[in-house]
Structure formats: structure tokens, C-alpha cells
T-cell receptor
Framework: GENVEQHPSTLSVQEGDSAVIKCTYSDSASNYFPWYKQELGKRPQLIIDIRSNVGEKKDQRIAVTLNKTAKHFSLHITETQPEDSAVYFCAASNNAGNMLTFGGGTRLMVKP | DTAVSQTPKYLVTQMGNDKSIKCEQNLGHDTMYWYKQDSKKFLKIMFSYNNKELIINETVPNRFSPKSPDKAHLNLHINSLELGDSAVYFC???????????FGPGTRLTVL
């Protein structure tokens, strides 16, 4: 089955700096890679996703890159703000039952 | 206009009891899921239902029995609760083929 590794587990940055979270996956059949943001006590919320036919996708301060050959994908947040502080999860799916396999999460802390 | 809703939000019960968690989605999706998030924040798929039929059962003990009366509902019944069942349980929904999933607010289950 799929295995998704996520690094780092915690990340502390100064407000205004950039943050990068990296994930690797094992199943070469995976073709969908979403990122979720989970604030304390709240539900995971989809913030951006990328499919395997695209190498990069951007939405305002958030971007995701995908390297299918190396089987890794990354989340980039620029100009971080305190409200970006949360746990971020990457995930991978190969459409088999639409099952998502999640990484272990990254706790991002943005210091004002 | 809540898209995916769960009840109850909190559930505190004694070991050995039987309890149910309800989930409803009004997004018109045909697939619904149950995830378990443990104290270390790991998110793991438990079940997936497509059009009221079980698609995925990720080696969950048979004390856990999902029931889908229609496409908009997926309830989770747990028999003989154990201490290790304490976690946050998230329901999610999505459409076949897109892999995009939207999460409910979660149910925090505490077994004493």
C-alpha cells in the first residue's frame, strides 16, 4: 500500500519568512496530492491540491510542486502570517476507492 | 449551510459501552469516509462507502460497524468501547474520480 512521509514534524518561522514542507510517497500509481490545514480543535481543511499531470500549482501565497520521478511533493508558503500557524498534512491518492493516505503532519508556528 | 456535519461533537463514555456517531453531507457526493485521528495527530482511513456500499475497510476491528442508510449519511457504531478507541473521529465526503475530500468537524471520543 501507499506510504507517505512528511518532514519536518515541526517548523518555526518568523512572520514574513517562507515555509517549506516536504512529502515523499511510495506508490508510483498515486496521481492526486492534496494539502490540508488543521487549526487547533478544528477539521482538516483543503488548502491546495495538485494532480500528476501538473508540476506546479499556485494560489496566492501558497504553492505546491510535484516531482513524479523522485516521488516527492512540497508545500511552499510565502510571506507567512501568524494565522498560518496550524498543523499541515500532505496526502496521496491513486483513485483506488479515492483513498487518501496522509503524512504524519507538520506543526507550523509563525512567530510575530 | 454546513457541508459535512457530525453529531455529537463530544462523547464521553465508559469502557464496554456501545455508542454511535452520525454523519451527514449535503454536497451531493457519492462517497463517504470515516477517519481516526489519534493523540499524535495521525490521520488514518477506517472506512469508505460509495453509494451506500463498503469500498474500503482498513483492518478496523469488527467492533466498529459503519452503516449508510443513504448516500448522504454514514454513521459509525462502536461496540464494547476500549480505552484505545479514544480519539477524534472525522467523517468526510467526496465524489468518485476526483479524490477531493471534505471533512466534518470531528467527534472527540473519550473512553474512561
Amino acid at each position: 500500500g501507499e506510504n507517505v512521509e512528511q518532514h519536518p514534524s515541526t517548523l518555526s518561522v518568523q512572520e514574513g519568512d517562507s515555509a517549506v514542507i516536504k512529502c515523499t510517497y511510495s506508490d508510483s500509481a498515486s496521481n492526486y496530492f492534496p494539502w490540508y490545514k488543521q487549526e487547533l480543535g478544528k477539521r482538516p481543511q483543503l488548502i491546495i491540491d495538485i494532480r500528476s499531470n501538473v508540476g506546479e500549482k499556485k494560489d496566492q501565497r501558497i504553492a505546491v510542486t510535484l516531482n513524479k520521478t523522485a516521488k516527492h511533493f512540497s508545500l511552499h508558503i510565502t510571506e507567512t502570517q501568524p494565522e498560518d500557524s496550524a498543523v499541515y498534512f500532505c496526502a496521496a491518492s491513486n483513485n483506488a476507492g479515492n483513498m487518501l493516505t496522509f503524512g504524519g503532519g507538520t506543526r507550523l508556528m509563525v512567530k510575530p | 449551510d454546513t457541508a459535512v456535519s457530525q453529531t455529537p461533537k463530544y462523547l464521553v463514555t465508559q469502557m464496554g459501552n456501545d455508542k454511535s456517531i452520525k454523519c451527514e453531507q449535503n454536497l451531493g457526493h457519492d462517497t463517504m469516509y470515516w477517519y481516526k485521528q489519534d493523540s499524535k495527530k495521525f490521520l488514518k482511513i477506517m472506512f469508505s462507502y460509495n453509494n451506500k456500499e463498503l469500498i474500503i475497510n482498513e483492518t478496523v476491528p469488527n467492533r466498529f460497524s459503519p452503516k449508510s442508510p443513504d448516500k448522504a449519511h454514514l454513521n459509525l457504531h462502536i461496540n464494547s468501547l476500549e480505552l484505545g478507541d479514544s480519539a477524534v473521529y472525522f467523517c468526510a465526503s467526496g465524489s468518485t474520480g476526483t479524490s477531493t475530500q471534505y471533512f466534518g468537524p470531528g467527534t472527540r471520543l473519550t473512553v474512561l
